[in-house]
Structures are given as C-alpha cells and as structure tokens.
C-alpha cells in the first residue's frame, strides 16, 4: 500500500479523493488551509487511522516542503488551488501565487526530497474558448483567463521537472465536475450545484441564452478514481490527460432530470446570453483510457439522482 499526500484535501474533489484512497488501502497524509474547504468534507476520512491531516497554506514558505521532508510519500496529487476564475481575474497576483509559485513548491518539494509521482489538477479551462470540439490534449493551449493560464504554467512546470528530475507526473485536465460536496455559495460553482439548491428551495432556475449550452459533466467519483489511479497505478509515464466523459449534457437537460425530482418548482427564468460565455464544451476521454485505463462510470443521471438523494 501507498502513502499519499494530498494538497486541498479539504475541498470538494480533495476529500472524495482521500475518501477513495483509505477505501483503497492506502495511508493518507491531508494539507488544507481552509481557504475554501470545509472541515466537514473530512467527516468520514478523519475516522480512520490511517488519515493525518496538517492544517497548512501550501504556497507558505517551508510549508509543504517541513511536510514531505518528513513523510517523503510515494506520491503527491495537488489539489489545493485559487478555484474561481472570476477571482483570479480579479486578483492575478494572488492567482500567481497559489496556482502558479504553489505548483513550483509542489515540483521543488518532490524533486528535493525523491517523490516518484505528482498528479495535478488542471483544468479545461488551458483549452479558453477553443471550438475544436472534442478536446483532444493535442490542441494547444488557449487560455483566456489568470486561472486557465496558471493551470497550463503549472503543467509546464511539472513536466519539467518530470524530463530533467526523472518522476512520473500526471496533469488531469478535469471538465465540469459535480456531485455531493460541491459548494453552491462559491462565485464558481458548478452549474449543478447551483441547479441543485435552487430545487431543494422550491425556485426556478435562471438560464442565461436558450439553455442549448452543452458541457462534459463528470461525476466526482470518477475523478476521485482517475486521481487514484494515476497516484498509485505502477509504470506510467508523464503526460497530460481529459478527465472527462466525452459526452455533451445541456443546461435543458439537466433541467429535464431536475424537474423529475422537483416536479412543483416553478419554470426556469430566461436570461439574456452572457458576454463572453462559452456555449459548447467537450472534451476526449481516449488518452485518459490510453494512459491509465480511466473511463467514467457514472452516467449524468446517477450523478444527479445520488446528488439529490443525499445533498
Ligand atoms: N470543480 C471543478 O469542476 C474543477 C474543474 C477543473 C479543475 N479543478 C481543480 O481541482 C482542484 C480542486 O478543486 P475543487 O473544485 O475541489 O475546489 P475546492 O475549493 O473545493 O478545493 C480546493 C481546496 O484547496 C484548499 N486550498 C486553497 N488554497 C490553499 C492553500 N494555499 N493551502 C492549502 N490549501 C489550500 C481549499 O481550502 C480547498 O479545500 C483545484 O485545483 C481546481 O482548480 C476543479
């Protein structure tokens, strides 16, 4: 069994994550500052003995460096991060540090102290608003904000290292997770989590355009597994992944799955399209597969009927 270190462990793909790992078997070491995570995501991890958990601010000098010279893991998955993209449009130096200089702390760590794996959490947000659909990982990045670019120096950074130190580093570019945990008060909510408190509140929804909109939603367990495959799985190589379904959801059908469990809520409101929106997003799960022998399990609907079940 493995020891894992995992940064943002607090958070919401964070804690499905470290839950997934300990049902593997595997000893796990949680950072997490609070920033956005919540201590209740750990409800369930802090029950085994084989979870320690260090209050901590990765990008803090010394840091996470104190943290891996003692526990020297067989890997690391960096989660922790400046989620919102609104923030870090708003604060591209804060966005610097903990998405960008946070990174070279994680790769500087693992380097330094012989960590043989780092898996990153990026985002479809490197591909900006491309409309080369499906995403393959071959399309250069086009990022169109702070926070898309910082996901896309990250991985460079990584990979880097990957080439000049010899560890093995996973970047996973996640599509629009969902499921449980997820923090419908946050400025970057998913759409479902946002979806989902409205029902439960008896009001409509708001959509912005038609709602013809499409994305690659992704449950949360799923990823929760390709972060523990690509941290423990023996004999991969450095790359750069999709962690996506390769399936197009819209907004309306969403709302179709909604309305089946909240038949009273009153009808969606319309909203006129919002500038600078991205209309279709999709991405291709066929290097995930080639790579680590990920696909999604959970269909769009068990997702959503699990999500509303247990909130
Ligand atoms: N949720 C998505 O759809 C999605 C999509 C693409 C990428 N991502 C990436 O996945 C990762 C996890 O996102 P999430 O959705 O679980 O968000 P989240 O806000 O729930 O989790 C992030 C966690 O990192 C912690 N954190 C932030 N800064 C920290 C710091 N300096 N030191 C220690 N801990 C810190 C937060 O407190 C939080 O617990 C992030 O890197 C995010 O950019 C998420």
Do not use: W
């Amino acid at each position: 069994m493995a020891h894992i270190l995992v940064t943002g462990a607090a958070g919401f793909i964070g804690s499905h994550t470290v839950d997934r790992l300990l049902a593997a078997g595997h000893d796990v070491t949680g950072m997490d500052n609070f920033r956005t995570g919540r201590r209740a995501n750990l409800e369930a991890a802090g029950k085994s003995s084989r979870f320690h958990f260090h209050e901590l601010d990765v990008a803090a000098p010394g840091a996470l460096d104190g943290v891996v010279a003692r526990l020297r893991p067989d890997a690391i998955i960096h989660l922790a991060a400046l989620v919102s993209v609104p923030e870090s449009v708003a604060n591209p130096e804060l966005n610097y540090t903990l998405n960008v200089h946070a990174t070279h702390l994680v790769a500087e760590a693992a380097r330094t102290h012989r960590v043989p794996r780092v898996v990153f959490a990026s985002s479809a947000a490197v591909y900006g608003d491309s409309t080369a659909l499906p995403l393959h990982e071959s399309i250069a990045g086009r990022p169109i904000s702070p926070y898309g670019a910082a996901k896309l120096a990250s991985e460079s950074i990584l990979l880097g290292h990957a080439a000049a130190f010899g560890l093995t580093v996973r970047c996973h570019r996640y599509f629009n997770v969902f499921g449980p945990r997820q923090d419908p008060a946050s400025p970057y909510s998913g759409v479902i989590s946002i979806f989902d408190r409205r029902h439960r509140e008896g009001k409509a929804v708001t959509i912005y355009g038609d709602g013809k909109q499409t994305r690659d939603f992704i449950s949360v367990h799923d990823v929760a597994a390709a972060n523990a495959i690509a941290a423990t799985k023996p004999g991969l190589r450095s790359g750069v992944a999709n962690i996506c379904t390769g399936r197009a959801t819209s907004l309306l059908d969403l709302l179709k799955i909604f309305r089946k469990h909240f038949p009273a809520v009153p009808p969606l409101v319309q909203g006129e399209p919002r500038a600078g929106d991205i209309v279709h997003s999709l991405g291709a799960p066929d290097e995930a597969r080639a790579a680590l022998g990920f696909t999604s399990d959970v269909t769009v609907e068990e997702g959503l009927d699990e999500l509303i079940r247990v909130g």
